[in-house]
């Protein structure tokens, strides 16, 4: 058996509603299984959902104080009052920026904007900022992907005579700020159709609102934020998503032009991956080591050379970023192995000073895909005695509810319940963690503590075809509710395995089924190779996409985990260096069976304590091996001692060494016919010296001494001859008997029945013996030979 990594959860798919979409639409059923496991079930819903025909942009005024907000920056941009745009400094706030500011100075407004320092301001709206605008003059303050939890910041704003317009998309709290507008779709008394919009998608809609019509030029800005941000990519977003995603492979922004050239990335290619893991985190990285200005500027810039610039600059941002994010999570790493084992923690709540702020949400991501618990990561700063946190969790554990259960220690935060941010006092860190541990241990189970893969569907290789691959690929763009495709293909033949790159770090595999194949590579897997035989049944589940090398074109799956469902059997019968075997078992869970107690001194080194002797038919029926390894040593005295030791249980893996000094499988074992010219010759020529003439009448035959030597025992096991002083003669008048009846003959045959079956067999024959008596139908019978 090999384990999968993670559970795995396959969806069901009603194959009715399934085989109906297929019929109608005249798609392939693996398609239309995909839409109906991800709630399209009505063929409009799913003709729109492929195509978009009908889905337009919803009416923006459909948002709660939009006619308001508005009515409001009409009148600043008509009466040129200063306007200042209010952002945040990640993906999502920068692109919220940039869209109001486009929109804005499009429209003649005297305009300006601001995004705090992520370490010498924190997150959102803060008096300081908002005093230091009313000097400059002025009137109104639109803030973008943030405010909702800018309580005082509004009482400030007010106080200071400017009007302030909060457009966002954060949870609300049960007190909303006392703001001009609140342009947001989460709202409780919300008529918006769509709950799930970004903060750039707030943005968006105002922009469509101020305009009258959807500005779908900035749409290449919105999917930005929209895809970085993690919203839902459904309704409306996957509108903005799918045609920002066309607007980018066409852009005109000089700022994107710039990132692409600099990242070689062609224009064909670009998709949602592109956004997620190109422009999304180097947008991020500029707020998370410093200034978000220059990823503004970059997407501003209206000069080639300053467009450049920029984009090598943010480039190099990034790159200081994922140094930092290694080196801080292997901090983090060590903090939670030495201080807060998962054993006892179902939240991990851990801090150092000097951590960045600006990446430890990105740490805290990293900790949760390694630990799978709900993880908040905090920056101690002890000169203010304050620690900064991001916070990312798993499915059921809603972040957002259960940190708002502690607002009496968290003066300042907000997100979702996935993520969220939070600032609060260093000596209320371990009073926050003993609150959500105990919260956790209340709402989540063992079971929930598991690394869950959800998988889409379950695919037989032969349906796989480049035909459905394309047609998958209009369920695209991908992301948070409508994940990439992830299907199982179970049980299907190993036609060949390698590992691949680097320190052999991947593993490259070629599964097959029923005549059809399938390519596979799976990054970072390299080492289990060493884990999946290659007769063994393979479950796998991945990623599916089409590879093109060399103008030929084929399916292939980007492994994310496999599985062995049987037991497994590894052939390490010409091993010669044993001292080896250690590199390639693994060590927990693996029981060393030695069968010939003199052998010990040989592999105890590194079988150790978990060796395993057994010398009775008794100690092989007790011995428990359900589940385990087993590593059968050398070869037993009889099948039967194997057999009871494995017939009827249940073991993961069984290797076998069965190491042997001398074997008999190579000399000869007489033939009914060797017997009777033996017994003829006897016959003829008794008394004969077996110590004298017994090599020559040998090599006369073409026989070994020791066949001679071995058929005559035989003869006087059965009382046929006497031997004395190896002198052998006949017995007279003896009753016919069969050769079964000697010990002699019935060690020798169980013995070279056993090498056959066991030594000298081939892999296939060796995996059909062990199935058959591990399924308890095979019997240890001796090989019987009739007498003449």
């Known amino acids: 058996m090999l384990k999968s990594r993670t559970k795995w959860n396959v969806k069901q798919t009603d194959s009715m509603k399934a085989k109906e979409l297929a019929e109608v639409l005249n798609i392939a059923h693996l398609t239309a299984s995909l839409l109906v496991n ?14 978009n025909d009908n889905m337009e942009f919803h009416d923006p005024f459909l948002l709660k104080d939009m006619d308001k907000a508005v009515e409001r920056i009409n009148k600043a941009v008509q009466e040129q009052q200063p306007i200042l745009i209010f952002g945040d400094y990640d993906a999502d706030g920068v692109s919220s920026t940039t869209v109001m500011m486009r929109v804005l100075l499009d429209l003649g407004a005297n305009v300006d904007y601001y995004i705090p320092n992520r370490f010498t301001e924190g997150y959102g709206p803060n008096e300081a900022a908002f005093r230091k605008a009313a000097e400059k003059g002025t009137a109104l303050i639109i803030t973008v ?7 005082h910041e509004a009482d400030v704003a007010r106080e200071l005579g400017m009007d ?3 457009t966002d998309h954060h949870e609300p709290g049960p007190v909303l700020p006392d703001a001009y507008a609140i342009v947001h779709p989460k709202l409780e008394d919300s008529k918006y159709p769509f709950r799930d919009l970004a903060g750039v998608g707030v943005a968006f809609k105002l922009a469509h609102a101020l305009y009258g019509a959807a500005p779908e030029e900035l749409l290449e800005i919105a999917a930005i934020g929209t895809i970085a941000d993690l919203v839902s990519l459904t309704n409306e977003n996957r509108l903005i998503a799918k045609k920002g995603i066309e607007q980018l492979r ?10 692409f050239k600099l990242t070689k990335t062609e224009s064909a290619s670009i998709n949602e991956e592109t956004v997620g893991f190109m422009i999304g985190p180097r947008i991020n990285a500029a707020g998370r080591l410093g200034s978000a200005d220059p990823a503004v500027r970059l997407l501003l810039s209206e000069d080639p050379g300053e467009a450049a610039m920029l984009a090598s600059e943010i480039d190099g941002l990034n790159k200081e970023r994922q140094a930092l994010v290694a080196s801080i999570a292997e901090e983090a790493i060590n903090e939670v192995e030495t201080n807060f084992p998962v054993e006892d923690n179902h939240v991990l709540v851990i801090g150092k000073e000097d951590w960045n702020p600006g990446v430890i949400g990105i740490v805290a991501s990293r900790l949760v895909e390694k630990y799978y618990r709900p993880t908040i990561v905090l920056s101690f700063d002890k000169e203010k005695g304050v620690a900064k946190g991001s916070a990312r969790s798993i499915a059921g554990f809603d972040l957002f509810k259960n940190l708002s259960a502690s607002r009496d220690i968290l003066p300042h935060f907000g997100g979702h319940p996935m993520a969220a941010g939070m600032t609060l006092k260093l000596e209320d860190v371990v009073e926050l963690r003993k609150r959500l541990n105990k919260l956790a241990s209340e709402q989540l189970t063992e079971s929930d503590l598991t690394p869950v893969t959800q998988v889409d569907l379950e695919a037989d290789i032969k349906d796989i075809t480049l035909d459905f691959l394309k047609e998958m690929g209009q369920l695209s763009p991908y992301g948070v509710d409508n994940p990439k495709p992830r299907v199982m293909i179970k049980d299907a033949g190993i036609s060949s395995m390698r590992r691949i790159g680097g320190n052999n770090a991947h593993l490259k595999i070629t599964l097959g089924n029923d005549g059809a194949s399938l390519d596979g590579i799976g990054f970072g897997l390299g080492d289990l190779h060493e884990h999946i035989s290659p007769i063994s049944s393979l479950s796998v589940i991945g990623e599916l996409s089409i590879n093109e090398w060399n103008n030929i074109r084929k399916p292939q799956i980007f492994l994310q985990d496999v599985a062995v469902n049987s037991w497994q059997l590894f052939d390490i019968r010409g091993l010669r260096r044993t001292e080896k075997l250690k590199e390639m078992v693994p060590e927990d869970g693996t029981k060393w069976i030695l069968f010939d107690e003199g052998k010990e001194e040989r592999f105890l080194p590194f079988a150790q304590k978990s060796l395993v002797k057994i010398r009775s038919l008794e100690e092989a029926i007790n011995t428990e091996i359900d589940s385990t390894n087993i590593v059968l040593l050398d070869l037993p ?19 076998v060494h069965f190491h042997k000094e001398d074997s008999d499988f190579f000399s000869t074992m007489p033939t009914r016919e060797h017997f009777k010219w033996f017994y003829a010759f006897l016959a003829k020529k008794a008394p004969f010296d077996l110590k004298r003439h017994g090599e020559e009448l040998a090599k006369y035959r073409g026989w070994s001494k020791e066949t001679i030597e071995f058929m005559s025992q035989v003869f006087f096991d059965l009382d046929f001859v006497k031997i004395n002083n190896g002198i052998i003669s006949l017995e007279k008048s003896v009753p016919k008997r069969d050769l079964s009846e000697s010990k002699t003959y019935q060690k020798k045959q169980a013995t070279f029945t056993l090498e056959n079956d066991l030594l000298y067999s081939s892999f296939e024959q060796l995996k059909s013996w062990f199935d058959q008596v591990i399924q308890g139908s095979v019997q240890n019978e001796e090989a019987i030979t009739e007498w003449i």
């Open 38 to 51: 991800r709630g399209i079930e009505t063929v409009q819903d799913a003709r729109d959902f492929l195509f």
């Open 145 to 151: 992907d943030t405010g909702i939890s800018a309580l």
């Open 164 to 166: 302030l317009i909060i």
């Open 250 to 259: 066409k852009t005109q922004n000089l700022g994107l032009r710039a990132l």
């Open 637 to 655: 005295a009889s099948g039967g001692m194997l057999e009871k030791l494995i017939s009827g249980k249940k073991p993961a893996r069984i290797y």
